[in-house]
Antibody, heavy 112, light 107 residues
């Protein structure tokens, strides 16, 4: 069945770069898009970006200058990199496909 | 960017009540509107897609509708398991945008 799982550091220092990995199973990245969505504690959902089946990307306007999404199709992995992290980037980060299949999310705390 | 204005932000209702949550789109999004349910500590769950289509496994008491730029999620008879936060999402244009959420509680 379709599964997605996020992994990465739980704690990131301010001004540093966040690197997250989404490992998928049950579907092919060359046939399906993967999105990233984040949710600050106690707040709403924010769409971050997408990497399409063909490898093209689109990003949230507010994050575009700091955000990069890439993939390794041979490993069924999608990567999120976001630089210049601040405390307001503290959130649960989700990867998902077709908005029907979500990972469990990974909490990233930005703090010194 | 398309703004999705969701109302109300919170709602208290009794078991068996009919409940309606609404999202208004700032631009035409056709029927490219989904609804999600999120319970504490869980990932969001897709409930409705294409404004009116029920995702597999979603109880039939949930329904979606559209009137112009207003999109609604209705629960015909509220059950205790429906207490959650609900979000709309437009997926017509990039960037995709969510509504602010509606917290549904039992009275």
């Amino acid at each position: 069945q379709v599964q997605l799982k996020e992994s990465g550091p739980g704690l990131v220092q301010p001004s540093e770069t966040l690197s997250l990995t989404c490992t998928v199973s049950g579907f092919s990245l060359t046939s399906n898009s993967v999105h990233w969505v984040r949710q600050p504690p106690g707040k709403g959902l924010e769409w971050m970006g997408i990497i399409r089946s063909g490898g093209s990307t689109d990003y949230n306007s507010a994050l575009k200058s700091r955000l990069s999404i890439s993939r390794d199709t041979s490993k069924s992995q999608v990567f999120l990199k976001m630089n210049s992290l601040q405390t307001e980037d503290t959130a649960i980060y989700y990867c998902l496909s077709r908005f029907a299949y979500w990972g469990q999310g990974t909490l990233v705390t930005v703090s010194s | 960017d398309i703004q999705m204005t969701q109302s109300p932000s919170s709602l208290s209702a009794s078991l068996g009540d009919r409940v309606t949550i609404t999202c208004r789109a700032s631009q035409d999004i056709g029927n490219y509107l989904s609804w999600f349910q999120q319970k504490p500590g869980k990932s969001p769950r897709l409930m409705i897609y294409g404004a009116t289509n029920l995702e597999d496994g979603v109880p039939s008491r949930f329904s979606g509708s559209r009137s112009g730029s207003d999109y609604s999620l209705t629960i015909s008879s509220l059950e205790s398991e429906d207490t959650a936060i609900y979000y709309c999402l437009q997926y017509d244009k990039y960037p995709r945008t969510f509504g602010g959420g509606t917290k549904l509680e039992l009275k």
